[in-house]
């Protein structure tokens, strides 16, 4: 009975939940602090991060809602086109995307892009001890490494969700043009009539905060990587799979908020 | 060197014992690094001289006992207690001290010029980044790889990483050396090399050392003193400098001094 208290008390209680809250909250005061004119990072590598994580991701982004966009078309057109409604794939491509499929869908692609990259990095950091030179600099290494990531991938992954819902209607706008036969002009035309503000705005405010999951993951799981390379793997791995799963449910968390104020 | 009846060490280490969870690694360490002097840790593989230098420098927390930081050049100022003290004093404190890592531990995203410059760029007085730069050249010229300042560290040998390690623990002027295994993975050559710098180090800047090796030829040229850390029972067994152990009572003490083997308990 100890044992089974003391694994559940190390595993459930201070693993799973204390240990990722005292990060947090570390993330936070060095977020203020940072405002307050004390953050230490360099500006070499906030560029790195930001160029990786924006220009480097572009075309994965763009190809994979593309495609996407494409298969919900495709699949719309399939059911609409039996009632004589085919010019509807063009409203329910560009809701669905802008709404859900695009803010979604890149975040899964950077989980497994950058979030992973994030935590083998900072995970091989620690076991080539610069984490711990770092730390003898003074310099704390939630200040230092992740803060700019998380920062990073919160005002980047908005951008790359534009792009990625851009590709997705264009997706759409090929299967439209190829399956039913309608005009690339009429389909946009139709796209933009049926998508809103609203959408985009829900779009953009679910990937400023799957960004903020995405690089939270990565950080925790590489700062507190095993010191050895099984460490490495392991980090990357449960950073990859707790950011889609945490994706996953801060999208139904922003689902049913959506719909209770009506948006 | 001789050790000043009337100077206060730059470190004291009273009664420390370091733990990883239930794990003892040593217990009852008592130690005292006097001012320009080269203190030996040594033992075995295991025996935890490496993370002695982390309990130090502030990386560890220890299980028990105390840290003590005197004053930088050995005055008769008062100590302060690190592990007692409040973050910004610790930050003070550890601002007095260079570290050469094992493993150089290099950052791998910033060329060799950006790792040694680092240190400085973090210093109150902020020093521009043409005197950083300017100071960071003059410490890579003393350790000869002046040539490789725009080279990424993916793309130095062993020995370079380790001379550019000992470049940025240096370049800030700590008054407090702490060099964890810096031989390991060098060849004899390289190895002679590294230690004929220390000790130009010491000659040229006065820092205090703390060694910690089980390389035998660099422990009997640079150690002043030392302590030998036994793995099996926890505790320090013998105090010393490294050449007046080799005929210790204690046999681990005697075998690892003279690179002997250990009697087996049937030969014993």
């Known amino acids: 009975m ?179 036969s309608l005009s690339p002009v009429a389909y946009l035309d139709r796209a933009a009539n049926a998508m809103d503000w609203r959408h985009l705005w829900l779009g953009l405010s679910k990937s400023v905060v799957f960004g903020g999951l995405l690089a939270w993951a990565g950080c925790y799981q590489g700062l507190r990587a095993q010191r050895d390379a099984a460490g490495v793997g392991l980090a990357t791995t449960r950073a990859v799979v707790g950011s889609i799963v945490g994706v996953i449910v801060v999208d139904a968390v922003f689902a049913v908020c959506a719909n209770a104020l009506g948006v | ?41 040594m033992g075995g593989s295991g025996s935890g001289k490496s993370t002695l230098l982390k309990h130090l420098v502030g990386l560890l927390p220890p299980a028990g006992g105390r840290v003590l930081y005197g004053d930088a050049q050995g005055g008769q100022g008062g100590v302060t207690d690190y592990w007692a003290s409040d973050e910004a004093t610790r930050q003070q404190l550890r601002r007095r001290v260079g570290m050469l890592f094992q493993s150089a531990a290099l ?43 725009r080279r990424m560290p993916s793309q130095l040998s062993g020995g370079m990483k380790k001379r550019v390690g000992l470049a940025r623990a240096i370049v800030a002027e700590p008054a407090i050396l702490f060099l964890d295994e810096p031989s390991a993975g060098l060849d004899p050559i390289a190895s002679r090399r590294l230690d004929e ?52 009572a204690h046999p681990t003490v005697r075998a690892f001094m003279r690179r002997e083997s250990l009697p087996t308990p049937a030969a014993a």
């Not at chain 1, 480097?56 to 059911?79: E, R, S, Y």
């Not at chain 1, 890149?106 to 950058?114: D, S």
């Not at chain 2, 005197?131 to 410490?139: G, I, L, N, T, Y």
């Not at chain 2, 035998?216 to 013998?238: T, V």
């Open chain 2, 1 to 41: 060197m001789e050790r000043t009846p009337h100077t206060t060490p730059v470190i004291k280490v009273k009664g420390l014992t370091m733990r990883f969870g239930d794990r003892l690694i040593q217990e009852h360490i008592d130690l005292s690094l006097e001012p320009g002097e080269i203190f030996a840790v």
């Open chain 1, 2 to 180: 100890r044992w089974v208290g003391r694994q559940w008390h190390q595993r459930v209680w201070v693993a799973g939940l204390i240990e990722p809250l005292r990060f947090t909250g570390e993330l936070v005061i060095t977020a203020v602090q940072a405002v307050a004119g004390g953050w230490q990072v360099r500006r070499a590598d906030l560029l790195r991060i930001v160029a990786d994580s924006s220009a480097g991701a572009l075309p994965i982004v763009v190809i994979v809602n593309a495609l996407v966009g494409a298969i919900l078309a495709f699949v719309g057109a399939v059911q609409l086109v039996q009632f004589g409604a085919g010019i509807f794939v063009a409203d329910l491509v560009s809701i669905a995307v802008a709404r859900e499929m695009a803010a979604v869908i890149t975040a899964v692609v950077m989980a497994g892009r950058t979030g992973a990259a994030f935590a083998a990095e900072l995970a091989t950091m620690q076991v080539n001890e610069e984490v711990d030179a770092l730390k003898v600099l003074g310099l704390d290494p939630v200040g230092y490494l992740a803060l700019p990531r998380v920062l990073s991938l919160m005002w980047l992954l908005p951008l790359l969700y534009l792009f990625g819902t851009m590709a997705g209607v264009f997706g759409g706008v090929a299967v439209g043009a190829g399956m039913l």
């Open chain 2, 107 to 149: 950052w791998t995203s910033m060329d060799v010029l950006d790792n040694v410059c680092l240190p400085l760029s973090l210093q109150p007085e902020k020093p521009s980044l043409a005197d950083q730069q300017a100071r960071a050249m003059e410490v890579l010229q003393w350790v000869g790889l002046a040539d490789a300042a």
């Open chain 2, 197 to 248: 710098l220390i000790l130009d180090i010491r000659e040229r800047t006065g820092a205090a050392m703390l060694l910690v090796s089980h390389e035998l030829p660099s422990l009997m040229d640079l150690a002043d003193d030392g302590i030998f850390f036994d793995a099996d029972s926890k505790r320090p067994i013998a105090h010393g400098a490294p050449k007046d152990l080799c005929d210790h």
